[in-house]
């Protein structure tokens, strides 16, 4: 069984920065998408960025200009840096990745959630 591992939330103020970090428990696994999403009080779960392995990345309109993806093959890791931070990013942030299976299918991972808070 592998667990994505996040760190980094917390609370900041407008306009302030926040980096995210999540972290495979494996590095014996083969990863193939990963992202970030988050979901806001009484919201849907929304995605922020994606990121392939060869490091093409997608951002939603709310984000682009403001945060940026990345990731560590050999760690097994993707980062979040989150500048220009609004009250309106304020969410619980939940890592995604694609991992691919021994017998080839994919098999999609959640982590636990790591909460963002921006005041005004």
């Known amino acids: 069984q592998v667990q994505l591992v996040e760190s980094g939330g917390g609370l900041v103020q407008t306009g302030g920065s926040l980096r995210l970090s999540c972290t495979a428990s494996?590095?014996?696994?083969?990863?193939?998408?990963m992202g970030w999403y988050r979901q806001a009080p009484g919201k849907q779960r929304e995605l922020v960025a994606h990121?392939?392995?060869?490091?093409?990345?997608n951002y939603a309109d709310p984000v682009k200009g403001r945060f940026t993806i990345s990731r560590d093959n050999a760690k097994n890791t993707v980062y979040l840096q989150m500048n220009s931070l609004k009250p309106d990013d304020t969410a619980v942030y939940y890592c995604?990745?694609?991992?691919?299976?021994?017998?080839?299918?994919?098999?999609?991972?959640w982590g636990q959630g790591t909460q963002v808070t921006v005041s005004l």
């Open positions: 494996r590095s014996d696994v083969t990863i193939n998408a």
């Open positions: 990121i392939t392995p060869g490091a093409m990345s």
């Open positions: 995604h990745a694609v991992i691919v299976r021994a017998d080839f299918r994919m098999e999609d991972y």
